[in-house]
């Protein structure tokens, strides 16, 4: 019974994070910003709610559940590195920062692709 | 035993209509491809639990096998995407 009632509220709380995650990605302003909202609260989200269904579902055979959860908790920051460099090089407008662009040094642009075999 | 969680995770699976309806604005409105790739990435969040909310509400544990590969899915997309992206913009103006 008591392991119901703290699966309910784990997985109460992992959507709670989702629906705040959908309306920052709808609402924010800049792609970064929707990116940070999106793959951070989107991914505590997910692992909350696998962790109250496990919790709430008992806990015979939770492997699955746990590897979907290190899964996600390790691959989420390095997919949204990807995407927010790519992001980045594409020319995406960074409206959040009002003091320009501090990666202007660091990522320059027309900076050749990795195409030349070798 | 666990006839609460039961019962509310068909509730849980209503209210996560919410995020996927965002997510799927952006994904349509989106400006630039990467917003877009950013709202698969919402979709897959919401869609992984989803699929875990849906193995306690129907008791198949093979949901979770789902969800999982939905994460997997979701990693190798996303890298996917950003190396396409990358590769074919014209360089940042």
Redesign the interface.
Known sequence: MIEAIIGVVLMAAGVGFIVIAGLGVARLTDVFERMHSATKAGGIGSTLVILGVLTAGGLARPLTGLLTIAFMLLTLSVASQLLARAAYISGAELRGIDRGDPLADVLESDRPTRSDPR | ??????A??PI?IA??V??????A??MIRGP????R???L??L???S??LS??T??ATGR?AF??I??GI??V??VA??A???L?????????
């Open positions: 035993m666990n006839g609460i969680a039961v509310a995770a849980l209210v996560l919410v995020p996927l309806a965002l997510a604005y952006r630039s491809h990467a917003d790739f950013v709202a990435d919402m897959t969040a919401v992984v639990a875990a909310l193995a306690l544990r979770l096998d969800g999982m994460a997997l979701n990693f996303t890298c995407f950003a190396t992206l990358e590769r074919k913009s014209g360089g940042r103006k």
